[in-house]
């Protein structure tokens, strides 16, 4: 059973930075898309970032250049690293993985950014 587990959120002030990981198996991080996605209160899920299997990556506007996602295969983790933190990217932050036949989620870890 695929599981993902998120780890790093917390409070941080606004123009600071945070890491965000994912943590699951490394043949699923070899072989899928991962994504990071989040969601702030009232809002729906949003895109942040995702990654493939060859290490191509994809930004939601509202974070390019801010944020970069990156992951390694060995450790079967793919991590956020979000600089230049502001007060609207406040939200729990979401693991994801397509496999094909189904989507897999994580827990979900929150982020605070206070203005």
């Known amino acids: 059973q695929v599981q993902l587990v998120e780890s790093g959120g917390g409070l941080v002030q606004a123009g600071g930075s945070l890491r965000l990981s994912c943590a699951t198996s490394g043949s699923i991080v070899g072989i899928y898309t991962m994504g990071w996605y989040r969601q702030a209160p009232g809002k729906q899920r949003e895109l942040v970032a995702t990654?493939?299997?060859?290490?191509?990556?994809y930004y939601g506007e509202p974070v390019t250049g801010r944020f970069t996602i990156s992951r390694d295969n060995a450790k079967g983790t793919v991590d956020l690293q979000m600089n230049s933190l502001k007060a609207e990217d406040t939200a729990v932050y979401y693991c994801?993985?397509?496999?094909?036949?189904?989507?897999?989620w994580g827990q979900g870890t929150q982020v605070a950014v206070s203005s």
């Open positions: 990654i493939t299997n060859r290490g191509n990556t």
């Open positions: 994801n993985v397509d496999l094909g036949s189904r989507v897999i």
